[in-house]
């Protein structure tokens, strides 16, 4: 247990399904992060949010959406995925150190 | 365009052997270099950093070294134990970026018992 807690683990839904992915941390950090992995390919960074407020998102398409009410809550809404959108999505946190501690991830699987 | 690249997907060794992980990056601007192990179906774990105003750091069996003007990096596991048979992440951060951390795409690492 890193002390980011990602639910669920796995996640299989539909293209016209409304989905949630969530994230936790009780850490005290005050970054948080949404990346992607998909298979072969680098770490994706998506959004990040620093005290609560939004300070990135990386040409994300708008079918996915962050939440993060509070800065140990992070949430990633989906709506209308592409099958091409399955892959690993991992929260991770940042205190003042420069390395960040990463959830287990929810595996994704659109179909 | 990958500012920090893996270029081995892949890596076999024998246990009891040393690893040696390559990762080279592009932006000149980049200050601090950390290395993440991954198992699956676990998120990556920190495993080892290096500032740029030091060419090595060691922490037991993992060392890793920089070439600032090669702009490269390298980490080192000897002896090698089946147990770090993982995905190895090379990242690096600037300082002005607010220590945003930029990934390379990973290498397979097994070690044959």
């Known amino acids: 247990e890193t002390g980011v807690t990602q639910t669920p683990r796995h996640l299989v839904m539909g293209m016209t399904n409304k989905k949630s992915l969530k994230c936790e941390q009780h850490?005290?950090?005050?970054?948080m992060y949404w990346y992607k992995q998909s298979a072969k390919k680098p770490l994706e960074l998506m959004f990040v949010?620093?005290?609560?407020?939004?300070?990135e998102n990386n040409s994300v398409p708008s079918r996915f959406s962050p939440e993060c009410p509070n800065s140990s809550h992070l949430f990633l809404h989906l709506h209308t995925l592409q099958p091409e959108d399955s892959a690993l999505y991992l929260c991770?946190?940042?205190?003042?150190?420069?390395?960040?501690?990463f959830g287990s991830g929810t595996r994704l699987t659109v179909v | 365009d990958q500012q920090v690249k893996q270029n081995s997907p892949s890596l076999s060794v024998q246990e009891g052997r040393i690893s040696i992980l390559n990762c080279d990056y592009t932006?000149?601007?980049?200050?601090?270099f950390l290395w993440y192990k991954k198992y699956p179906a676990e998120g990556p774990t920190f495993l080892i950093s290096?500032?740029?105003?030091?060419d090595k750091n060691e922490d037991g069996r993992f060392t890793v070294f920089l070439n600032k003007s090669a702009k490269h990096l390298s980490l080192h596991i000897v002896p090698s134990q089946p147990g770090d048979s993982a995905v190895y992440f090379c990242?690096?951060?600037?300082?002005?970026?607010?220590?945003?951390?930029?990934f390379g795409s990973g290498t397979q690492l097994t070690v044959l018992p």
């Open positions: 991770a946190s940042r205190g003042q150190a420069y390395g960040y501690t």
């Open positions: 850490l005290g950090h005050n970054a």
């Open positions: 949010y620093n005290f609560k407020e939004q300070t």
């Open positions: 932006n000149s601007m980049f200050d601090y």
């Open positions: 290096i500032s740029s105003i030091k």
């Open positions: 990242a690096a951060s600037a300082s002005g970026s607010a220590r945003q951390l930029t």
